[in-house]
């Protein structure tokens, strides 16, 4: 019932509540009361016909890069483990 | 290109996979058993199940369902209430579709429905406020069912309906707090769980700060996922390079929607409309402080003032686990009567009603696979 779907707001009416979203190609109205700093192109979670949070694409970005650090560090050490075995 | 297809990365998830198993491997060695981790929210569950990572994770982690299925924690006398409302002459009850079907003592809404009482479906709370202007001869009430990421707006339709004074909408606020739960499982001594997978959307309107007591006071590690494959390893990542280090820390691994603090507008409407209460939760009992009431400036539109029903006590279907399968002391194929008398088509507990019931996701996807 938590579910989110995040959406890219296309239109904010006058009012600057009412706004049209897309995702996926589909269009739908929802109501940005919840949330605030968003304009056309802001990608924004909707939960319940409601914008909750507006999606910060950095934080995104740098998340991916902290797991591929992550990742990496250890799949290169498990590399050079694995030469030296050859090696031996 | 959406932001966040990137989180459909491929080549990464089977990356971060392969380092989450062996990791869990790692510490399974240690420890002598797969360390025990709960995914608190049943979008989580729901997930696990669909994408295979469950079953891909299951040689090296203990994945274990909780309490974060808002209509499967619903108390089974708070589901009876609701069956009451229904009956009551002139009323509409108006619901999020998950609801409809959960048995309660005396059948489920849509056995209501059958026998003439109204039900409308709703995506958006705000629909249960036109729903009432458009009905002045009705009752509309609202079933507030579900955690801090939907209360905030089921309060703007409360207030929405004061500036409108609607006098034909009230609601039954049966909304619940996930983390006053997440500390009594944290502090079960039946439950020995190393670690805490969080739920997004909760935190999203909270923020990371609202879950950091689980470190300092349960020293218990958790982090902060999101909903994509991607997501989920990368928090369960994090997550196991805390409980290999030995250390308990919250970690906020879905920064692209939860920040430290949480939503401030969420937040100010919540304590606007609401009050906190104490809460019957299916399986966990009475916890205090993990519910919400409407203020005393909102009273008007609580249900229970209008139809001042009592609650008797009742006990859960018989044979049903729902209660220790939301606690995450069992699996749901450990329910003599998962798959057999209890299937989606005809559920005996809520937990195989509710899409993001574990006990659906189990029979839905586990069978699929198998
Ligand atoms: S399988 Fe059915 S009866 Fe058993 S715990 Fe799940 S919902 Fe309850």
Redo the contacts between chains.
């Keep these: 019932?938590?579910?989110?779907v995040?959406a890219?707001i296309i239109a904010i009416e006058a009012d600057g509540v009412q706004a049209t979203v897309e995702t996926r190609g589909v269009q739908a109205r929802v109501?940005l009361?919840?949330?605030?700093g968003c304009r056309p192109g802001s990608?924004v979670?909707v939960?319940?016909?409601?914008a909750?949070?507006v999606?910060?694409?950095e934080?995104?970005?740098?998340?991916?890069n902290l797991?591929?650090e992550?990742?990496a560090f250890?799949?290169a050490s498990s590399m050079s483990a694995s030469t030296s075995t050859i090696e031996l | 290109m959406e932001t966040w297809s990137t989180y459909h990365h491929k080549e990464l998830t089977a990356r971060l996979l392969v380092r989450v198993k062996s990791l869990a491997a790692a510490i399974a060695g240690k420890l002598g058993r797969r360390p025990v981790i709960m995914e608190v929210c049943g979008t989580h569950t729901v997930a696990l199940a669909r994408t295979g990572l469950r079953s891909l994770l299951a040689g090296c982690i203990d994945l274990r369902s909780g309490p974060g299925c808002p209509v499967c924690v619903t108390a089974p006398e708070e589901i009876d209430y609701m069956l009451c409302l229904a009956r009551q002459p002139g009323v509409i009850i108006a619901t999020f579709g998950d609801m409809v079907r959960v048995p309660g003592s005396s059948g489920s809404l849509e056995k209501a429905r059958i026998e003439g009482c109204q039900l409308q479906v709703c995506y958006s709370p705000r629909e249960a406020v036109t729903l009432a202007r458009s009905n002045p001869d009705r009752k509309v009430v609202f079933l507030g069912i579900g955690f801090e990421t939907t209360a905030p707006a089921v309060g703007l339709a409360v207030k929405e309906a004061a500036a409108l004074s609607l006098k034909n909408f009230s609601i039954y606020s049966a909304h619940k707090l996930v983390p006053p739960a997440l500390a009594t499982l944290a502090s079960d001594p039946d439950l020995k769980l190393d670690g805490l997978l969080l739920p997004g959307h909760v935190s999203a309107i909270l923020g990371r700060r609202a879950f950091t007591f689980l470190a300092r006071e349960y020293n218990l590690p958790a982090a902060i996922a999101g909903f994509e494959p991607l997501d989920i390893l990368g928090a369960l990542l994090e997550l196991l390079l805390q409980i290999e280090k030995g250390e308990a820390q919250v970690n906020n691994a879905y920064p692209r929607v939860v920040s430290e603090t949480g939503n401030p507008k969420a937040q100010e409407i919540l304590r606007e409309v609401f009050s906190l209460a104490p809460a019957n939760w299916r399986g966990l009992g009475l916890i205090p402080l993990s519910g919400l009431k409407l203020n005393t400036a909102y009273q008007d539109f609580e249900a229970t003032g209008r139809w001042p029903l009592e609650l008797k006590p009742v006990p859960p279907p018989a044979g049903c686990l729902c209660g220790n399968v939301l606690k995450g002391l069992c699996l749901p194929p450990q329910c003599a009567l998962f798959g057999r008398r209890c299937t989606p088509l005809r559920p005996v507990g809520p937990c195989m009603v509710s899409s993001e019931g574990s006990c659906a996701a189990y029979y839905r996807y586990a069978r699929e696979a198998g």
């Design positions: 019932m938590c579910l989110g995040p890219r109501s009361a919840l949330v605030e990608y979670l939960h319940a016909g409601h909750i949070s999606i910060d694409t934080e995104a970005e740098a998340r991916l797991w591929k992550l990742i250890k799949e």
